[in-house]
């Protein structure tokens, strides 16, 4: 299941530069966390968990297509992230 185990590591690596990129903007904007940014980490590792228990449950009939709209929601709850992290000010 070489899948599985790159599905997962893309949900990490992503989600994880995401949550970086939030730290980056603290650091060269504020230099502390706020409200704004404390939200975005918190559903970046909420987005993480529903996906990660998505990959791991054990009764999917179509497993290729369960996968790809895994893949599929990681996309667009990246591009959802990436948004509000270029809407901050």
Do not use: C, R, W
């Not at 992503?14 to 970086?20: F, K, M, S, T």
């Not at 990129?21 to 706020?34: C, D, H, K």
């Amino acid at each position: 299941m070489a899948n599985v185990k790159n599905l997962k590591k893309d949900i990490n690596y992503v989600l994880g530069d995401i949550i970086e990129a939030v730290y980056l903007f603290e650091m060269s904007s504020t230099g502390q966390p706020t409200e704004a940014t404390n939200a975005l980490i918190d559903e970046a590792i909420a987005a993480f968990d529903v996906l990660i228990t998505k990959v791991n449950a054990k009764k999917v009939e179509d497993k290729k297509a369960h996968f790809k709209q895994i893949n599929v929601e990681l996309e667009q709850a990246a591009n959802q992230l990436i948004a509000k992290i270029n809407g901050l000010q």
